[in-house]
Nanobody, 127 residues
């Protein structure tokens, strides 16, 4: 069974940087495309970024493009989200997600296209 665990959340000020990590276990990591979603308080969960199993294809939500970077370290079975120039609007619970891809190198942006989810990591950006 695939297990995803996020870590690295915390409280930061606007303009600061923060990095989240998602640890993957229970299956072959390179069989899965990966993504990050977030849920701001009082709002619905939304797409943030995604990467193919190779890490060669990446896509970002417009709201984070240029500020966030998604990456994966396949030998370590981890995925990361480097966040910079953080804004109060980035405050949310951040979730990593996995979807079985096999040999496919495409990425997915929709929440219901992912089968496995972590428990979430809280990121609070406040002055």
């Amino acid at each position: 069974q695939v297990l995803l665990v996020e870590s690295g959340g915390g409280l930061v000020q606007p303009g600061d940087s923060l990095s989240l990590t998602c640890a993957f276990s229970g299956a072959t990591f390179t069989d899965y495309r990966m993504g990050w979603f977030r849920q701001p308080p009082g709002k619905e969960r939304e797409f943030v970024a995604a990467t193919s199993w190779t890490g060669g294809t990446k896509v970002y939500a417009d709201s984070v493009k240029g500020r966030f970077t998604i990456s994966r370290d396949n030998p370590k079975n981890t995925m990361s989200l480097q966040m910079s120039s953080l804004k109060s609007e980035d405050t949310a619970t951040y979730y990593c997600a996995a979807d079985y891809a096999g040999f496919e190198t495409t990425v997915k942006r929709k929440e219901d296209e992912y089968d496995y989810w972590g428990q979430g990591a809280q990121v609070t950006v406040s002055s």
